[in-house]
């Protein structure tokens, strides 16, 4: 039976069959059908797909009506118009093949994209395109693939694809299991495995997690645990759990199970990370605590297709005393890295689409503190080596950055992608009326100060720094303070105590927010 393509991969196939050579990199959510996409690409010539785990190289062949060849450990290709690789078999088989041999390269979870292996595979070939495909918005290193990959040129994320009926919603859930972790240290772009194996995987805490597990979860379970002893010892406390190594021969046969009901859940190591589908997973049990966002948003990505038999995922966050770690949690699936000061994690539950996100922007649209924005803003500056001119932006919790100018108009510059860049919109009264397309953020951020130069003189003492803090400082108007008045009476909101002690920055803001 021919496969029906929906609407938006339908409409990244035109964009990539328009393109007539480079690297340039698709990011579509977990669950949206990255395989169909580049499955259906016109080919010019043969194909070469990269992957780095053994079920990605072979999980795409029934997308392909045509020749399809393997490189991997006992297998080699000859020919096929199709070839996937393993990274590690290929780079040490470029011998084989010719440097033109392939027209258009797709690497898959293309945020790997940037290790050496990859690079030597790159650099040997001289395709016509090459195309990248991740779910994952950015890697926990914060190391770019501008290197690689000269720009997005497609992307669907995790909140549209839930607002659009092609991912399933999230119900977040925290659970004290105990877990105490403050004294694990950081280890690169996550914990040291070691410690942290030591600080969770005990006979009490492996209970705690199997009886969260008989209390909360719903269906078909996955368990993500921190070493495959841990999965060993969670899986032995519960009734008809199997576990799944790397050293687990029969995996196809036991997910085949799982899908079938005939195992009610599974407990892994690493494995169900990237590429693995199996649409019946009811609930995602973390019982394996991260800093690493890419690899949380993958583990929570293996229960977000659709079901007919589930309605929404579960997702049971196993949770303790983290100290200074900055552990994450459901908001980070949505690129949300800072939770305003007035939610803690504690208070992530429920669903994440409406009643988290609607939560978070509410905090975040509150009056904000002047003195920790700065702070952000020069962190920002530090961190990236960047110049923002000194415009006065606001750092909202997804990274973006957002200037108002007055007369209900904002600038917005959105949080640097996986490539380094970003790019820049005004709207006025809720139309956009100008954009700025993607480039480098540097480039971006001079670009929206030479806009603001040229086109907003009169409203200077809105957006540069140095006269915000000098007007900004003055108390706040008669007509301010009245104004404020009524926007919060006509608004119903009971949060905002307004007096006299109000700055004029302060009465700016709300009256921003409010109006």
């Given at each position: 039976?021919?496969?029906?393509?929906?609407?938006?991969?339908?409409?990244?196939?035109e964009i990539i069959n328009g393109l007539e050579s480079g690297s340039y990199l698709v990011a579509v959510a977990t669950g949206l059908g990255k395989t169909v996409i580049f499955s259906h690409i016109k080919r010019r010539g043969r194909m070469l797909i990269l992957s780095h785990r053994e079920e990605l190289v072979w999980q795409p062949?029934?997308?392909f009506k045509c020749t399809y060849g393997v490189e991997q450990a006992e297998h080699h290709s000859s020919g096929e118009e199709v070839v996937s690789a393993s990274v590690q078999s290929l780079v040490r088989r470029l011998d084989s093949f010719a440097p033109d041999e392939f027209d258009i390269i797709i690497t898959d979870e293309a945020h790997h994209a940037v290790a050496e292996t990859y690079r030597q595979i790159y650099e040997y070939f001289?395709?016509?395109?090459?195309?990248?495909?991740?779910?994952?918005?950015?890697?926990?290193?914060n190391v770019k693939l501008g290197e690689v990959f000269s720009k997005i040129i497609y992307e669907r994320n995790l909140k549209w694809g839930i607002k659009h009926g092609y991912l399933s919603d999230i119900k977040c859930l925290q659970v004290d299991i105990g877990y105490d972790i403050s004294d694990v240290s950081k280890q690169g772009d996550d914990l040291n495995l070691s410690q942290?194996?030591?600080a969770v995987d005990t006979p009490l805490l492996n209970q705690a997690v199997a009886a969260a597990y008989r209390e909360y979860a719903v269906g078909q379970t996955l368990i993500f645990t921190a070493t495959v002893?841990?999965?060993h010892h969670i899986a032995e406390l519960i009734d008809g759990a199997v576990v799944v190594s790397a050293e687990t021969e029969n995996r196809a046969e036991i997910i085949e199970k799982f899908t079938n009901r005939e195992i009610p859940c599974l407990v892994n190591c690493m494995i169900f990370t990237e590429g693995?589908?199996?649409?019946?997973?009811?609930?995602?049990?973390?019982?394996?605590?991260?800093?690493?966002?890419?690899?949380y948003t993958q583990m929570v990505g293996r229960g977000l297709r659709l079901h007919p038999d589930k309605k929404v995922l579960q997702l049971i966050d196993c949770v303790g005393i983290t100290g200074k770690l900055d552990i994450c949690t459901a908001p980070d699936l949505f690129g949300i890295g800072k939770l305003p000061k007035n939610i803690t994690k504690e208070?992530?539950?429920?669903?994440?689409?409406?009643?988290i996100e609607d939560m978070i922007e509410a905090e975040a649209n509150r009056q904000p503190d002047w003195k920790i924005n700065v702070q952000l803003i020069q962190l920002f500056e530090t961190n990236g080596k960047y110049d923002t001119h000194k415009v006065n932006y606001i750092i909202m919790p997804d990274g973006s950055m957002i200037c108002s100018i007055g007369e209900k108009r904002v600038i917005k510059v959105r949080a640097e992608d996986i490539t380094g860049n970003s790019y820049a919109y005004m709207v006025h009264d809720k139309t956009i009326v100008w954009t700025i397309p993607a480039a480098p953020m540097q480039e971006i951020l001079d670009a929206v100060y030479n806009r603001l130069v040229c086109d907003y003189q009169r409203a200077k003492y809105l957006w540069d720094l140095k006269l915000v803090k000098r007007w900004g400082a003055l108390p706040a108007s008669l007509s301010q303070i009245s104004y404020l008045k009524k926007l919060i009476h006509k608004s119903r909101r009971t949060d905002i105590q307004v007096d006299h002690n109000l700055s004029k920055y302060e009465a700016s803001v709300l009256i921003g927010q409010l109006a």
């Open positions: 039976m021919e496969l029906k393509l929906r609407d938006y991969q339908q409409e990244c196939i062949k029934k997308y001289t395709s016509r395109l090459h195309i990248g495909f991740t779910a994952t918005p950015n890697r926990a290193d942290l194996s030591h002893q841990h999965a693995t589908d199996m649409p019946l997973i009811e609930t995602v049990i973390i019982a394996r605590p991260t800093r690493n966002a890419s690899l208070k992530i539950q429920g669903k994440l689409l409406t009643e």
